[in-house]
């Protein structure tokens, strides 16, 4: 991340309609026979066959086989792959066609994250979102629950409020909601798990070379059937839901951080998606309520910053000795 049903082969259509035609007790003699004897008890009755009949009959007969093995060739050439890891890629690809095409739109979440506690037992928080994208510069969303603030992204600053708390935060950011999304993990070390579906291309986001696994089933989630993705990296484990109909929505997501010391997971369900929205400019302009107090936000020192800040401290300590 950026940060089968059993299927009828080709080859057994064809051993069905390859069978010996005598499957049916019908005993055909060869074209160059005229006639056949028949024996009713003790009287014997000669009846004459025509080649123009029996001619007829086998390339009736024929003509069925090759219909057969010609709907049997297009049913194999029209089925998904069958190996899981590139059918998983397919329907990851699928999904995240359908949001790239999507110029705006709006979502809602029942998250559960589960973060290592204080002492042996997890901490888990349950939270609700509402969220509006609008490509290339607008995000908001209202979190509700354990979490319960407001985040408003409008192509140049992130405003945060916390409701609980009464207090806001805002920094500048840059101008795409891809580069916001990379700077807040980065620098401020604030990923969200559901970032990776509100990039440009969700499956860029998603997959890398060294991604494994693919396709596991068919589940159903809220009574809409689902495809079931299961991915392994060397940071997280990660399953997606994409709905089998049209359109290729995200049903769930669940996440599992290796890295990260303790039980660390989130589980995020998607409902309420609508693609035909155009949000106005108001919605991703911060509303701050009176008497909320500012605070600024902890900045993480990038590789640069770090360098830099240990090359003034062995100054320092040289100019001591």
């Excluded at 708390?165 to 891809?178: C, G, N």
Aim: proline share 6%.
């Amino acid at each position: 991340m950026r940060r089968v049903q059993a299927q009828q082969r080709p080859d057994q259509a064809r051993r069905q309609v390859e069978e010996d035609p005598r499957r049916d007790g019908i005993v055909e003699p060869s074209i160059g026979d005229t006639s056949a004897k028949l024996e009713l008890g003790t009287v014997r009755v000669r009846v004459t066959v025509s080649k123009m009949s029996i001619e007829t009959k086998r390339l009736s007969r024929l003509a069925t086989l090759g219909g057969v093995m010609a709907a049997a060739f297009v049913t194999s050439c029209g089925t998904p792959p069958v190996d899981p890891r590139e059918r998983g890629r397919a329907e990851l690809r699928r999904m995240s066609d359908t949001l790239t095409n999507a110029a705006s739109f709006t979502f809602s979440t029942t998250e559960e994250h589960v973060r290592p506690g204080p002492g042996s037992e997890p901490v888990v928080r349950d939270v609700s979102r509402q969220i509006a994208i609008r490509r290339p510069d607008g995000v908001w969303f209202s979190a509700t629950g354990d979490r319960d603030g407001q985040v408003w992204y409008n192509g140049s600053t992130v405003t945060l409020v916390s409701r609980r708390e009464e207090v806001w935060a805002r920094v500048e950011l840059p101008e795409t909601i891809d580069e916001a999304l990379d700077e807040m993990s980065i620098r401020y070390a604030m990923p969200m798990p559901m970032a990776d579906l509100l990039y440009s291309s969700p499956y860029e986001a998603f997959w890398t070379d060294d991604t494994t696994g693919g396709w596991v089933g068919s589940e159903e989630i809220d009574g809409r059937g689902c495809h079931h993705l299961a991915f392994q990296h060397d940071a997280v484990d990660w399953e997606l839901w994409v709905a089998e109909d049209e359109p290729a929505l995200p049903c769930r997501l669940s996440i599992v951080y290796k890295q990260e010391p303790g039980e660390t997971r989130s589980a995020i369900t998607f409902s309420d998606w609508n693609l035909g929205v155009d949000p106005q400019d108001s919605r991703f302009e911060a509303e701050i309520p009176d008497g909320y107090e500012r605070i600024g936000l902890v900045e993480r020192l990038t590789p640069e910053e770090l360098a830099e800040l240990e090359e003034v401290a062995v100054g320092d300590h040289t100019d001591q000795d």
